[in-house]
């Protein structure tokens, strides 16, 4: 029979071939441009395109792997391995010495997952529902409020600092990494009971099938492990690219960071979190989506923070009023919209307005 039902070593359809070797022709193209001193613009754009590719590869694979466990495990390996392009993005943006682009690229993440992308998997979510309520689950949600609060917390205590001119904003770098420790340990804390009381939940899953997602798990490891590879090649390439590239297109390095990274970055919670809640599976959808907000806030952004006390660029836990605003409001609207299990599509189609917004004034900074 012929078509994209068809499979191919690994338990791949024909389809998904189709797509992993485009993205592999994409990564290796970046490189071939990168190398060969092509147009910047045609860099950029190539690279954008590999980074979604493998963002998406990122998600097939854990998918397979996932589907072995509950929503939170499923959930926590998309977010955390879905957040490589980021994390290797900003890495080699502060390497670089763009702090501008590596700071608005991990703002725009978590704008990208907290509004553009829950906002579509709700919108799609509702649809879904016979009674157009997206249902699910409360303890995430909630549970993601409040790291972001905390995060947000600091974040706002040390913007104030600066923007007073107090004696406290002499002395950020310290507040930042101190701060820094103090979210991880949070997280870490929090993940630990989270992923066991699921786990716990889970048992009656005892027996799950060695192939999910039309992925051996094999496959998915070997997947996984060129899709790392890859996304640390492509992302030095892409910052290589990105400063003359929005030169020529005349875009703000906030817009880059806040909306193209962002978004190129976050194609797996894009993909999977949308195509779950299509399929009416709105607990996995919201874990996808809601274990991203939660790592980047109190994670992966700390963890950037330390990790930048290695390089002489210095990455801190201070951000300009404007995103100090946003950042709160975002808090306040995901606890108001998720905090009680349920959503309409009219909610998605708010957060996804004001992520639309936020991205206008990007455009202007």
């Given at each position: 029979?012929?078509?994209?039902?068809?499979?191919?070593?690994?338990?791949?359809?024909?389809?998904?071939?189709?797509l992993?070797?485009?993205?592999?022709?994409a990564?290796?193209a970046?490189?071939?441009?990168s190398?060969?001193?092509a147009?910047?613009?045609?860099?950029f754009?190539?690279?954008?395109?590999?980074?979604?590719?493998l963002?998406?590869l990122?998600?097939?694979?854990?998918?397979?792997?996932?589907?072995?466990y509950?929503?939170?495990?499923t959930?926590?390996?998309?977010?955390?391995?879905?957040?490589?392009?980021?994390?290797?993005?900003?890495?080699?943006a502060?390497?670089?010495?763009e702090?501008?682009v590596a700071?608005?690229a991990?703002?725009?993440?978590?704008?990208?997952?907290?509004?553009?992308?829950?906002?579509?998997?709700?919108?799609?979510g509702?649809?879904?529902?016979?009674?157009g309520?997206?249902?699910f689950?409360?303890r995430?949600?909630?549970?993601?409020?409040?790291?972001?609060?905390m995060?947000?917390f600091?974040?706002?205590?040390?913007?104030?600092?600066?923007?007073?001119?107090?004696?406290?904003?002499?002395?950020?770098?310290v507040?930042?990494?101190?701060?820094?420790?103090?979210?991880?340990v949070?997280?870490?804390?929090w993940?630990?009971?989270?992923?066991?009381?699921?786990?716990?939940?889970?048992?009656?899953?005892?027996?799950?099938?060695?192939?999910?997602a039309?992925?051996?798990?094999?496959?998915?490891v070997?997947?996984l492990?060129i899709?790392?590879?890859?996304?640390?090649?492509?992302?030095?390439?892409?910052?290589a690219?990105?400063?003359?590239?929005?030169?020529?297109?005349?875009?703000?390095?906030?817009?880059?960071?806040?909306?193209?990274?962002?978004?190129?970055?976050?194609?797996?919670?894009?993909?999977?979190?949308?195509v779950l809640?299509?399929?009416?599976?709105?607990?996995?959808a919201?874990?996808?989506?809601k274990?991203?907000v939660?790592?980047?806030?109190?994670?992966l952004?700390?963890?950037?923070?330390?990790l930048?006390?290695?390089?002489?660029?210095h990455?801190?836990?201070?951000?300009?009023?404007v995103?100090?605003?946003?950042?709160?409001?975002?808090?306040l609207?995901?606890?108001?919209?998720?905090g009680?299990?349920?959503?309409?599509?009219?909610?998605?189609?708010a957060?996804?307005?004001m992520?639309?917004?936020?991205?206008?004034?990007?455009?202007?900074?």
């Amino acid at each position: 029979m012929a078509g994209s039902g068809l499979s191919v070593p690994g338990g791949l359809t024909r389809r998904r071939a189709v797509l992993v070797s485009a993205t592999l022709a994409a990564t290796a193209a970046s490189g071939v441009l990168s190398v060969g001193g092509a147009s910047d613009v045609v860099t950029f754009v190539v690279c954008t395109m590999a980074l979604a590719g493998l963002a998406w590869l990122v998600s097939l694979a854990t998918e397979a792997i996932g589907e072995h466990y509950g929503p939170a495990v499923t959930g926590f390996l998309q977010s955390t391995l879905g957040n490589l392009p980021e994390l290797f993005v900003v890495f080699f943006a502060l390497r670089a010495g763009e702090l501008l682009v590596a700071q608005t690229a991990i703002l725009g993440s978590l704008f990208a997952n907290a509004l553009l992308v829950l906002g579509l998997v709700i919108m799609v979510g509702a649809r879904a529902a016979e009674d157009g309520v997206m249902r699910f689950r409360k303890r995430l949600p909630r549970d993601t409020s409040t790291l972001l609060i905390m995060a947000v917390f600091i974040i706002s205590l040390l913007g104030l600092a600066v923007v007073s001119g107090d004696r406290a904003a002499r002395h950020q770098l310290v507040i930042s990494s101190f701060g820094a420790v103090c979210l991880i340990v949070v997280y870490v804390t929090w993940l630990v009971r989270y992923l066991r009381d699921d786990r716990a939940a889970q048992q009656a899953r005892v027996g799950a099938t060695a192939q999910a997602a039309g992925v051996t798990v094999p496959a998915a490891v070997v997947l996984l492990s060129i899709a790392g590879v890859g996304a640390a090649l492509v992302s030095d390439w892409f910052v290589a690219a990105l400063d003359p590239a929005i030169h020529s297109l005349h875009l703000s390095k906030a817009f880059a960071g806040l909306v193209i990274v962002a978004i190129a970055g976050n194609a797996v919670e894009n993909v999977t979190g949308v195509v779950l809640a299509a399929k009416g599976r709105s607990d996995l959808a919201i874990s996808v989506v809601k274990n991203s907000v939660g790592q980047i806030a109190v994670f992966l952004f700390p963890a950037l923070v330390l990790l930048s006390l290695l390089l002489s660029t210095h990455l801190v836990l201070v951000v300009p009023p404007v995103y100090i605003g946003a950042l709160t409001l975002t808090a306040l609207a995901l606890w108001q919209i998720t905090g009680d299990g349920e959503a309409y599509a009219f909610e998605g189609l708010a957060l996804v307005v004001m992520y639309l917004i936020l991205a206008v004034f990007a455009l202007y900074e």
